[in-house]
């Protein structure tokens, strides 16, 4: 079907080419999806119960009923320290593939991660000096 309409289009468009087809039937597949997702959206919150409850709109935490505001401060720390454990994590995904090409990339592969071990372990000193890995 879509093959037809793509058909149409380019004759009217008037591409002897062909690529203008690629172009439509990669449009008209959007389109035809768009509307598809739009359809099942629409039928979605036509078909859906919809009673306001008290309870329903409450936080919910592991069975707990909630006590006192939901809004509540936490510190900062826990997530900076987060953030640092990310960090090394992503740094033992750069270490691990270039130990095993090492002979690949000779001295210069040696200098430039000894380069980026260094700076990590700057971060790590002026985390450690900050006293962002004080769990207190």
Same mark, same amino acid.
């Given at each position: 079907m879509l093959a037809n309409l793509t058909d149409v289009l380019v004759a009217v468009a008037g591409d002897p080419s062909g690529s203008l087809r690629q172009y439509l039937t990669i449009f008209l597949f959007a389109l035809l999806s768009a509307l598809l997702v739009g359809l099942l959206l629409g039928v979605a919150y036509l078909i859906r119960p919809n009673r306001r409850q008290k309870g329903k709109y409450l936080a919910y935490e592991s069975g707990v009923d909630p006590i006192g505001s939901m809004w509540t401060q936490s510190q900062v720390r826990y997530y900076i320290f987060a953030l640092l454990f990310v960090i090394f994590d992503v740094e033992a995904v750069f270490v691990f593939p270039?130990?095993?090409?090492? #002979?690949?990339?000779? +001295?210069?592969?040696? $200098? #430039? +991660?000894? $380069?980026?071990?260094?700076i990590v372990v700057l971060g790590l000193v002026y985390a450690w000096r900050k006293g962002v890995l004080r769990w207190a």
């Open positions: 270039w130990a095993t090409r090492l #002979e690949t990339y000779g +001295m210069f592969g040696l $200098v #430039e +991660m000894l $380069v980026f071990i260094g």
